[in-house]
C-alpha cells in the first residue's frame, strides 16, 4: 500500500533551524514534494526533489535519498510567519500525487 | 507560478441540497484536474482525477453518484456535492497539473469550505 510518515508536531525558536523528516513506501515513484499549508488556506509549493541529494532555495532546503525512501525539509532562520503544517507529497507511477499526514510546525519568538 | 482559482470560497447548505464548485485554471491549459478533500488537521486526501473530455476516475471509497465530476473545458473543473449531508462538510481543494514545466507540478485553488447544516 501507499504510505507517507511525517511527525503530527514540531517547535522551534525564531532564528533557529528545523529538519523535518518523511519517510515514504508507495506505488512507483516520480517525485517528491514540500507543500507549507496555512490553516484554511491551500498547500503552496516550497520544493521539489527526484534526483537524491539536496536542493537549496533560499532559507528552504530539501534532500531527497531515494534508496531509503527518505526525505526531509529544512527550514533556516526560522520566522513566525513559517509556522504553518508542512506537506509531504509523493507522486506516484499513475502520477497521482499522495500526501503524508502533515507536520504542523509551531514557531515560538 | 499558475493561478487556479475556486468558486465559491466557502458555502453553507442544508442538508439534501446539491452544491456545485468550480475550479479554473486562470492563464495555462490543464488536461488534468484534481478534487481532493480535507477534514480539520487531516492531510488532503484524493477524491477523484479530471481529465478533460472523459469521464473522472475515482479513488476507492469516494462514490461517483454523490461527487459528480465535469471537467468540459481545459481550463474548467466543476464538482457537485448531491444531495449534502453534515458529514460532507470538508474543506473541497481542486488543484491542475501544468505540464510546461520540468516539474509537471500541481497549482492548488484556495479551496472551498463547505458547511452542510
Known amino acids: 500500500g501507499q504510505n507517507i510518515d511525517q511527525p503530527t508536531e514540531m517547535t522551534a525558536t525564531e532564528g533557529a533551524i528545523v529538519q523535518i523528516n518523511c519517510t515514504y513506501q508507495?506505488?512507483?515513484?516520480?517525485?517528491l514534494f514540500w507543500y507549507q499549508q496555512h490553516a484554511g488556506e491551500a498547500p503552496t509549493f516550497l520544493s521539489y526533489n527526484v534526483l537524491d541529494g539536496l536542493e537549496e532555495k533560499g532559507r528552504f532546503s530539501s534532500f531527497l535519498s531515494r534508496s531509503k525512501g527518505y526525505s526531509y525539509l529544512l527550514l533556516k532562520e526560522l520566522q513566525m510567519k513559517d509556522s504553518a503544517s508542512y506537506l509531504c507529497?509523493?507522486?506516484?507511477?499513475?502520477?497521482?500525487?499522495?500526501f503524508g499526514t502533515g507536520t504542523r510546525l509551531q514557531v515560538f519568538p | 507560478g499558475a493561478v487556479v482559482s475556486q468558486h465559491p470560497s466557502w458555502v453553507i447548505c442544508k442538508s439534501g441540497t446539491s452544491v456545485k464548485i468550480e475550479c479554473r485554471s486562470l492563464d495555462f491549459q490543464a488536461t488534468t484536474m484534481f478534487w481532493y478533500r480535507q477534514f480539520p488537521k487531516q492531510s488532503l486526501m484524493l477524491m477523484a482525477t479530471s481529465n478533460e473530455g472523459s469521464k473522472a476516475t475515482y479513488e476507492q471509497g469516494v462514490e461517483k453518484d454523490k461527487f459528480l465530476i465535469n471537467h468540459a473545458s481545459l481550463t474548467l473543473s466543476t464538482l457537485t456535492v448531491t444531495s449534502a449531508h453534515p458529514e460532507d462538510s470538508s474543506f473541497y481543494i481542486c488543484?491542475?497539473?501544468?505540464?510546461?514545466?520540468?516539474?509537471?507540478?500541481?497549482?492548488f485553488g484556495p479551496g472551498t469550505r463547505l458547511t452542510v447544516l
Open positions: 488543484s491542475a497539473r501544468d505540464r510546461s514545466g520540468a516539474e509537471s507540478q500541481q497549482f
Open positions: 508507495t506505488s512507483g515513484f516520480n517525485g
Open positions: 507529497a509523493v507522486r506516484d507511477n499513475t502520477d497521482k500525487l499522495i
